[in-house]
T-cell receptor, first 113, second 114 residues
Framework: KAGVTQTPRYLIKTRGQQVTLSCSPI?????VSWYQQTPGQGLQFLFE???????NKGNFPGRFSGRQFSNSRSEMNVSTLELGDSALYLC????????????FGPGTRLTVT | DAKTTQPPSMDCAEGRAANLPCNHS???????VYWYRQIHSQGPQYIIH???NNETNEMASLIITEDRKSSTLILPHATLRDTAVYYC???????????????FGTGTRLTIIP
């Protein structure tokens, strides 16, 4: 079974731009969660989608948004990029029902200059 | 979710057992203990979880004290590929529909020494 895939793997943007990251979960998984990882703040939960609905949301500004499609693929969008948004963005998939483990993708490394 | 405390770093000789401690003194009755690890430049990987009984799988063993205030992850025969940051996470039972959020602390950086 193929793992979680994230595209692109690396991205360089400038301040003020917006960016869209994509995540394809493991086949059959309906839940997709997004995390941000930075050296200073560690791994932080952004939000989680299940069956195209946002179920959980972390403490991030409204510039961070996401969505999930009917095939469970998910995208997250960051608008008006700031230098502090430079991070590794990780996507995790799970079945979403009575789950005990999440499967993480390799991440997208975003650099904002 | 209950707070966890882990040592920032540990070393272990290759081939020996690596014992990683975690304190979770405020854990409540319906909270599970989960362990994940993150190898450099990769996404976190699930290792094991438990409620109150000791658990073992092909990767590791999890020992939870009787009062559930602490636990130990054991990698029985550490290899160089086990070098990673190990995270101990406490969260409500996964059977609660809709709770996929994981709260990561700073973890323990385990280095396996050849």
């Amino acid at each position: 079974k193929a793992g979680v895939t994230q595209t692109p793997r690396y991205l360089i943007k400038t301040r003020g731009q917006q960016v869209t990251l994509s995540c394809s979960p493991i086949s059959g998984h309906r839940s997709v969660s997004w995390y941000q990882q930075t050296p200073g703040q560690g791994l932080q939960f952004l939000f989680e989608y299940f069956s195209e609905t946002q179920r959980n949301k972390g403490n991030f500004p409204g510039r961070f948004s996401g969505r999930q499609f009917s095939n469970s693929r998910s995208e997250m969008n960051v608008s008006t990029l700031e230098l502090g948004d430079s991070a590794l963005y990780l996507c995790a998939s799970s079945s979403g029902v009575n789950t005990y483990e999440q499967y993480f993708g390799p991440g997208t490394r975003l650099t904002v200059t | 979710d209950a707070k966890t405390t882990q040592p920032p770093s540990m070393d272990c000789a290759e081939g020996r057992a690596a014992n990683l401690p975690c304190n979770h003194s405020t854990i409540s009755g319906n909270e599970y203990v989960y362990w994940y690890r993150q190898i450099h430049s990769q996404g976190p990987q699930y290792i094991i979880h438990g409620l109150k009984n000791n658990e073992t799988n092909e990767m590791a063993s999890l020992i939870i004290t009787e009062d559930r205030k602490s636990s130990t992850l054991i990698l029985p025969h550490a290899t160089l590929r086990d070098t990673a940051v190990y995270y101990c996470i406490v969260r409500v039972a996964a059977a609660n529909f809709g709770n996929e959020k994981l709260t990561f602390g700073t973890g323990t950086r385990l280095t396996i020494i050849p």
